[in-house]
């Protein structure tokens, strides 16, 4: 069975600071990894996907895969209050969910 | 539609009662997946459509959990006899699948389950 994991959180930055957000997947042959964000109360969305092995920037976002050690990261840079959320990684298809890290971004 | 529509947006049953969750996807969207989240969870995945082919029902955690997606488009989640621990929100997404159904999934606003 697929397993992600996040084990880490939650977690507290100051404004500005960069957030580094870490997960695991056990299954080797997987090959589509995401990011979605869920505010409180809101349902997730996307942010980030990643395909290949290496870095993968989107703005203040950079998403970070190494398929060897099965391990797919998401940095904020210069992260903002509007930032604080719950982070889900998902991986694959039906897409087997983290259960999240919950990053707040102090003023 | 603009985007997944779910409802009822809060359901409140008592335990032993049926309840069903109906999902309408984005027109066009050929996947739609139902996952439940409860509180301070993540996402736990319940089960998969794709096109005509068979559902992929492997999360649903108990037989008292169905789903249907009638003409490719609105799924209803049945859950009958439901019990305490089937509180949650249960979460709609649809998406424009390829292939083996990697792809951006688009989120319902959920429908907040209550059994007392």
């Known amino acids: 069975q697929k397993e992600v994991e996040q084990n880490s959180g939650p977690l507290s930055v100051p404004e500005g600071a960069i957030a580094s957000l870490n997960c695991t997947y056990s299954d080797r042959v997987s090959q589509s990894f995401f990011w979605y964000r869920q505010y409180s109360g809101k349902s997730p969305e996307l942010i980030m996907s990643?395909?290949?092995?290496g870095d993968k920037e989107d703005g203040r976002f950079t998403a970070q895969l190494n398929k060897a050690s099965q391990y797919v990261s998401l940095l904020i840079r210069d992260s903002q209050p509007s930032d604080s959320a719950t982070y889900l990684c998902a991986v694959d298809s039906k897409l087997t969910f983290g259960k999240g890290i919950t990053l707040s971004v102090r003023p | 539609g603009a985007g997944v529509s779910q409802s009822p947006s809060n359901k409140v049953t008592e335990k032993g009662k049926d309840v069903e969750l109906r999902c309408d996807p984005i027109?066009?969207?050929?996947?739609l997946y139902w996952y439940r989240q409860s509180l301070g969870q993540g996402l736990e995945f319940l089960i998969y459509?794709?096109?005509?082919?068979?559902?992929?029902k492997s999360g649903l955690p108990s037989d008292r959990f169905s789903a249907e997606r009638t003409g490719g488009s609105v799924s209803t989640l049945t859950i009958q006899r439901t019990q305490q621990e089937d509180s949650a929100v249960y979460l709609c997404a649809s998406s424009l699948a390829a292939g083996d159904g990697t792809g951006e999934l688009f989120f319902g606003e959920g429908s907040r389950l209550t059994v007392l």
């Open positions: 027109s066009g969207h050929t996947a």
């Open positions: 990643i395909y290949s092995n």
């Open positions: 459509f794709q096109g005509n082919s068979a559902p992929d």
